[in-house]
Every structure is written in C-alpha cells, then in structure tokens.
C-alpha cells in the first residue's frame, strides 16, 4: 500500500517570497492534517479536512497560510509571504476516520523541510 | 492547558542497555496517551498507545503504562538496538468535533551505539 506522498523533499526560500507543498494521502483517506514541526519541537496542527471540508484551522496563521483539498483527495498547503520564522517541517498526515472502536489511526508523510533565508 | 512533556534527549545508549523515556501529561479529561517514533528521513509512525487508565500498551519490544495519578506514560524497553535509533515522541489525543486532534511533545533523540 503506498504511503503518504509529500513533495518537495526540501524548499529553500527567501522572506518575503511564497511558497506550496503539495500532499497526496492514502487512497480513501477522507481525514487530512497538516503539522508544522520546528526544529526541537513537537509536531503542531494547522489544519484539518474532512473530505473537501475544513473541521479545525485554528491554529492556522490565515494572515499568511492557506490550504485546500478541493477535490477531497490532494492539497496543497501555501505560505505567502513567508518568514524566517516558518522554517521547519511541513508533514502531511492522512486516516480513515475513527473505527467503530472510536480510534483513529494516523499515516504520517515524511514531510517537506523549509529554509527560509 | 493540554500538554505534554517528554525528557530533553539525547539519550545515549550502548546496545542492550535498558532504555526509559519519560513523558507527564496534562489533559482536561482524560485523553489516549501514545509513543510515536520517527526513523531518519521518514514520517511519523505509530509505536504504541493505551486508551484508559492502567492500559499498557505494547510494541516491538516497548512498552508503556497510562499512569492517571502520576499523570505518566512513561516509554520502557528492556534492550535496545541499534535500529531503534530515532526521534521519540508521547502524544496525547484531545476529542475535537468528534475528531482526532493530536497534542505532541517536544520529541527525545535515542542513539544506540554497536
């Protein structure tokens, strides 16, 4: 079964600019989430979708990031303009949902590093 | 607040050695508690959980107890290798809308050494 797909591998920037990052979950994965990782911490949520819809982005910096899932399968993930402070990790994460059991099982990508210069 | 809060790593290990790493939460409620572990250059993979109190969950050779009244889940193996060398992670998880909304703490580096 393929796994999470995540690309670029790695994106290098200056301030100012813009950049996207792209996700491709599990094939029937109707959850997605992206985390922000800073190097030394902990994996953070921005964002999750439920099919096309979004269920929680509270933690998303909306001045400058912005995400969709327009068909309910990809997304893409966009900063603009960047700042020195959004360098870290970007990872996708992808599941079915909550079993009847009410657990959920979460598939990580191996994420998208930013530099931002 | 939700938080979690893991020892500072590195943990520097020879092979065989027993390993802990410690981890405290706190919840309002009570959450699921797990361990994930991250291997260079790969994603996030799920090494364990436990659900309630007492739980222990169990793994390739680790475990972990759901302590409620030490608010602990703290991740034990009895003989390391070198292949377990990676980023540990202890992760609560917060029921949001019905949906998983997983609160990570800061990760400990484990390096075992032949």
């Known amino acids: 079964e393929a796994g999470v797909a995540q690309s670029p591998r790695y994106k290098i920037i200056e301030k100012r600019q813009s950049v996207a990052f792209w996700c491709n979950p599990i094939?029937?994965?109707?959850?997605l989430y992206w985390y922000q990782q800073i190097l030394g911490q902990g994996p953070k949520l921005l964002i999750q979708f439920q099919n096309n819809g979004v269920v929680d982005d509270s933690q998303l910096p909306k001045d400058r990031f912005s995400a969709e899932r327009l068909k309910g399968v990809d997304s893409t993930l966009k900063i603009q303009p960047a700042k020195l402070e959004d360098s870290a990790v970007y990872l996708c994460?992808?599941?079915?949902?909550?079993?009847?059991?009410?657990?959920?099982?979460?598939?990580f990508g191996s994420g998208t590093q930013l530099s931002v210069l | 607040g939700n938080s979690v809060t893991q020892m500072e790593g590195p943990v520097t290990l020879s092979e065989e050695a027993f390993l802990t790493i410690n981890c405290t939460y706190t919840a309002t409620g009570y959450p699921s508690l797990f361990w994930y572990v991250q291997y260079p250059g790969e994603g996030l993979q799920l090494l364990l959980k436990?659900?309630?109190?007492?739980d222990k969950g169990s793994n390739k050779g680790f475990e972990a107890t759901y302590r409620k009244e030490t608010t602990s889940f703290h991740l034990e193996k009895g003989s390391v290798q070198v292949s377990d060398s990676a980023v540990y992670f202890c992760?609560?998880?917060?029921?949001?809308?019905?949906?998983?909304?997983?609160?990570f703490g800061t990760g400990t580096r484990l390096l075992v050494s032949p």
């Open positions: 994460a992808s599941s079915l949902g909550r079993d009847p059991g009410g657990e959920e099982k979460l598939f």
């Open positions: 992760a609560l998880r917060l029921m949001n809308t019905g949906f998983q909304k997983l609160v």
């Open positions: 436990a659900t309630k109190a007492d």
């Open positions: 094939s029937g994965h109707a959850t």
